[in-house]
């Protein structure tokens, strides 16, 4: 049975073809610097950084219905054209796949060192080093698409970012043969606000 790579650039042609929470600012960095992430060992926003990317993965498979959220944490689009604009109120969290594979029964557990992803929030890198954002290898129980038994790679949760504008862009790859580059512009309103 073929792989399907989440570079996640794959991803869209298999759908359209067929701890607590760490500190909340960075070491000497102001707070007006949007907040980087929490660390994936951590119960960030009430789930582990591996049940997150199960729960983004299961967003994926019911079709990214818009403004679904958990609590307080929202789910980035990854299907689409680049750059995605995203609106959302203050005091969302973000979750981030960077690099997964989706691997079918049969198929092999790739290496962490397989998995590469830059991520930067306002040009600020968050998610370093890529080892400490690692998940998997998951089973998923039942399969996903119907036809993925796990996955595995690299993701991350961004923590809520200031009132305002800004910017996600993403670089990853899974071994040398595919890559992702994505960005999204995030507007954060108040309710009933609208983006200036």
């Not at 929490?38 to 299961?58: C, I, M, T, Y």
């Not at 029964?105 to 690692?134: K, R, T």
């Not at 039942?142 to 991350?156: M, N, T």
Request: net charge negative.
């Amino acid at each position: 049975m073929k792989k399907i790579n989440l570079a996640l650039i794959v991803l869209c042609t298999l759908l359209f073809s067929v701890q607590s929470q760490a500190g909340m600012t960075l070491g000497g960095m102001e707070q007006s610097i949007p907040n980087p992430d929490a660390q994936p060992n951590s119960k960030a926003f009430g789930k582990s950084l591996d049940e997150w990317v199960k729960a983004h993965l299961r967003w994926l498979e019911a079709g990214q219905e818009p403004d679904v959220r958990v609590k307080n944490v929202a789910f980035l689009p990854i299907m689409g054209e680049s750059p995605f604009d995203v609106e959302m109120e203050p005091g969302t969290a973000l979750v981030l796949p960077i690099a997964l594979w989706l691997g079918f029964e049969g198929d092999p557990v790739l290496d962490p060192s397989d998995f590469y992803g830059e991520v930067l929030v306002d040009g600020q890198p968050v998610a370093e080093p890529n080892e400490d954002y690692y998940v998997g290898p998951t089973i998923v129980d039942p399969p996903l698409f119907d036809v993925v038994i796990f996955y595995q790679g690299l993701a991350v949760v961004i923590k809520p970012l200031t009132p305002g504008s800004h910017t996600i862009h993403l670089i990853s790859s899974i071994g040398d043969d595919d890559s992702f580059n994505n960005t999204w512009n995030i507007h954060v309103t108040p309710p009933g606000k609208k983006v200036q």
